[in-house]
């Protein structure tokens, strides 16, 4: 693989569609966390989405077009790094699907789909990162993102990192692994559905009595988050990189202010 | 025909998801099977390896499927049974009624079969004047309140304990109405007393099968409670209805896939009852039926060969998908619409009765992976499910609406300034709708969500312009 001149290697953050318009302090955190790890980090400018929304739709045409851009865009790079267990997993599971049986293409995504992760997991996995250094005084839970858990195997890394900072106590909630009812655009087309699935999952997360919920993926966390914030709860909701990168001033997500009570 | 309300899936969702009784019932389904299958699969050290061989034996069997039934065939005639081949439900039914209405059949006892479901043979027994009779306990007590199954190994599993007592006392008119029926047990005993005349008195049983084995023609059902062998030992003439993918080449087949099912399905390492039935009663048996008969479904299964919806013919219909989906938890199984339920049904459905009326189905799913985690098969449900919405999306069966936006979202993905200038101008239009307390309470173009949720408002800025500035910053500093 190609090494740069300090032979730190080069990773490109695939920031997701979702992180750039609504949480770009996720963004900022993973830059962070990959920086800090020793990372020579770079933001391809031309990057949008990675065509899951089409792909989840039945639009294969524009998913192709959209995988080949990303391809184009990340491929020279040595690794390409998401805050998504989702995006991650449609880069990485997902892409040599779409182009399955397409010879001019099919060699080029398998060794592009090799050089992808998620975040905690690539830290963990691949840089073997075993603590971050930041403090954060709140106890928290966790939610096992579907996509990260099923198709990337993420359950132990985000909690190993988690509980290496100075502060955390991890409480887990039950059936931490089951689904948001987030789905993307199932959460619009069957929302009477994905009401009552994020209702159980908003018990759950209540009866863990945290102070703060996190979760590797946005999707989950917008869904969640606009839930227990419909609820007047007070349990505050952050991706799980900002907490790791320590940068928990700023809102969380859904508010102005943090209410959780946290010391 | 069993109605389709398939269409009306949303519907049909939301007043199951209103209805309390049904909403109690499902409480089990949450979490006690999904226990006892963690614990079943922990509890046997080659469990994954079970699953890895029980998947390549149904990948051969689908591979030479034509040769399989034939040696089937050829084995069930040898040993005195009769084979009947339907290639749709219609000519399954027609067969059934022949021999029951050629035995001069009143009563028909019945096994749990959902190929029965299917075909909807009570229907066209009950019209002609032949009463069909469910023996399993779930089955009956839906039979009793005119309801199909909502679960495919526990039919009534949407129905309360004290639904069945009312069942019960309503139906069972000669029975004191002041008997006591406040236990599970006592429910039990009064079914199994009434059933016990009828398996007597019944002219044809029919039963389904959870495999049929090709090398000793042999027809194989697992059950808990027992009826399926009085069922199929205790009248003339005994009936097996299969549809064509439940062949095995061998025993030892068999019996390696049967130690994924039950754990899989009720986390038993084996039902109660194993049951094998090869051909009618021989001279010198203590038991048995006169005449043995197959009737091998087809359906619109073999369509499925060869085409990305091959891999769910390796289904043996053990409900784990089912027991662990989250949508199939919060809207039980009545609302899928027609026989099969949940992720399983989801893929199948559309199979067998057309995408433009199961569309839905495959659309309604977060995709979160958890049915096909759990399927002993390693069907990859979330895989045919997104299969199904590309012919939907190719074939214009989704709404305009969404295939439109989808497109027009695609259009400007593609067009990176573009994006990045729509981006922009909607962050900074959403947080402004965010307002003081950064959350938006009401949105007309995702209403979906805001009935329901709020939106939380996003920070202002997107990712890429605050970094463009970030870098042009740093180069200020050098």
Redesign the interface.
Same mark, same amino acid.
């Given at each position: 693989m190609p090494k740069s001149i300090s032979q730190k290697p080069r990773v490109a953050l695939f920031?997701t569609?979702l992180?750039?318009?609504?949480?770009?302090?996720?963004?900022?955190a993973s830059v962070k966390l990959l920086e800090d790890a020793g990372c020579d980090l770079e933001?391809p400018?031309?990057?949008?989405?990675c065509?899951q929304?089409?792909?989840?739709?039945?639009?294969?045409e524009?998913t192709k077009?959209?995988a080949k851009?990303v391809i184009k865009n990340f491929e020279g790079y040595d690794y390409i790094v998401a805050p998504s267990g989702s995006c991650a997993g449609m880069l990485k599971k997902h892409y040599p699907?779409v182009f399955a049986g397409d010879a001019i293409w099919e060699e080029r995504v398998e060794k592009f789909a090799e050089k992808v992760y998620e975040l905690t997991s690539f830290l963990v996995d691949v840089l073997k990162v075993e603590k971050v250094d930041a403090i954060v005084k709140a106890d928290i839970t966790y939610h096992d993102s579907? #996509?990260g858990l099923? &198709?990337l195997g993420i359950q132990e890394q985000p909690r190993k990192l988690v509980n290496s900072i100075k502060g955390v106590k991890l409480k887990e909630m039950k059936d931490s692994d089951?689904?948001c009812?987030?789905?993307?655009?199932?959460?619009?087309?069957?929302?009477?559905?994905?009401?009552?699935?994020?209702t159980?999952k908003t018990e759950n997360i209540e009866a863990a009595s945290p102070h703060m919920l996190l979760a590797g993926d946005l999707g989950c966390l917008?869904?969640m988050?606009?839930?227990l914030?419909?609820q007047e709860s007070s349990i505050e909701v952050r991706h799980v990189a900002e907490v790791l990168a320590g940068m928990v001033d700023? #809102?969380p997500?859904? &508010?102005?202010a943090s209410k959780s009570g946290r010391p | 025909m069993v109605e389709i309300t398939s269409p009306a899936f949303k519907a049909n969702a939301r007043s199951a998801m209103a209805d309390e009784q049904l909403q109690k019932a499902m409480g089990h389904v949450r979490h006690n099977f999904i226990d006892k299958r963690a614990t079943a699969a922990a509890g046997l050290d080659e469990f994954e390896d079970l699953r890895d061989s029980a998947v390549a034996i149904k990948n051969h069997v689908l591979e030479y499927l034509d040769l399989y039934l034939e040696k089937y065939e050829e084995k069930v005639i040898e040993s005195g049974g009769h084979v009947h081949w339907a290639a749709t439900a219609a000519d399954a039914r027609g067969q059934i009624l022949d021999i029951c209405r050629k035995a001069g059949a009143k009563t028909v006892t019945k096994g749990k079969s959902m190929i029965s479901e299917e075909i909807a043979l009570n229907d066209s027994l009950a019209a002609n004047g032949i009463e069909p009779v469910e023996t399993d306990l779930g089955e009956y007590i839906i039979q009793l309140r005119g309801e199909h199954p909502s679960h495919i190994i526990a039919p009534a599993v949407h129905v309360t304990m004290d639904q069945v007592r009312e069942d019960f006392l309503k139906h069972h008119t000669h029975l004191p109405p002041d008997r006591p029926l406040d236990e599970p047990e006592q429910l039990l005993r009064e079914a199994r007393a009434i059933l016990r005349e009828k398996f007597l008195s019944a002219d044809v049983g029919v039963t389904g099968a959870n495999f049929l084995v090709a090398e000793s023609g042999t027809s194989v059902i697992v059950t808990n409670e027992g009826n399926g062998d009085l069922t199929q030992t205790l009248p003339r003439i005994h009936i097996v209805i299969a549809s064509i993918e439940k062949i095995v080449p061998t025993l030892e087949d068999m019996s390696q896939i049967v130690r994924v099912l039950a754990r899989s399905a009720t986390g038993q390492d084996m039902s109660v009852y194993t049951t094998l039935s090869t051909g009618p009663r021989r001279e010198g048996d203590p038991d048995g039926p006169d005449e043995y008969h197959v009737v091998l479904l087809d359906n619109g299964r073999s369509s499925m060969i060869g085409t990305e919806f091959q891999d769910m013919l390796r289904c043996i219909r053990c409900g784990a998908c089912m027991n662990h989906c989250p949508v199939y938890h919060a809207i039980g199984g009545h609302a899928y619409g027609w026989v099969y339920p949940g992720p399983m049904g989801a893929v199948l459905s559309p199979s067998l009765i057309g995408v433009d009326k199961a569309g839905h189905l495959p659309n309604a799913s977060t995709f979160c992976g958890r049915c096909e985690s759990v399927c002993p098969m390693h069907i990859p449900l979330p895989k045919m499910m997104r299969h199904w919405r590309e012919r939907e999306f190719e074939k214009h069966l989704s709404p305009a609406t969404q295939r439109g936006s989808i497109r027009g979202w695609a259009w400007v993905a593609k067009r990176p300034l573009l994006y990045r200038t729509i981006a922009s101008l909607s962050a900074r239009f959403l947080w402004l709708l965010g307002g003081f307390n950064r959350r938006i309470k009401s949105l007309p173009l995702a209403s979906g969500w805001t009935r329901h949720r709020d939106m939380p408002a996003p920070e202002g800025s997107t990712f890429m312009s605050q970094w463009r500035e970030h870098q042009a910053s740093l180069k200020g500093d050098l």
């Open positions: 920031v569609c992180v750039d318009l609504f949480r770009p302090s996720v963004g900022f933001v400018m031309s990057q949008t989405c065509g929304p089409a792909w989840n739709s039945g639009d294969r524009d077009d959209l851009a699907e579907c #996509a099923r &198709e089951v689904c009812g987030f789905g993307g655009m199932f959460s619009v087309k069957y929302s009477d559905i994905s009401n009552s699935i994020v159980t917008l869904n988050a606009g839930k914030r419909r700023n #809102a997500i859904g &508010e102005r | -």
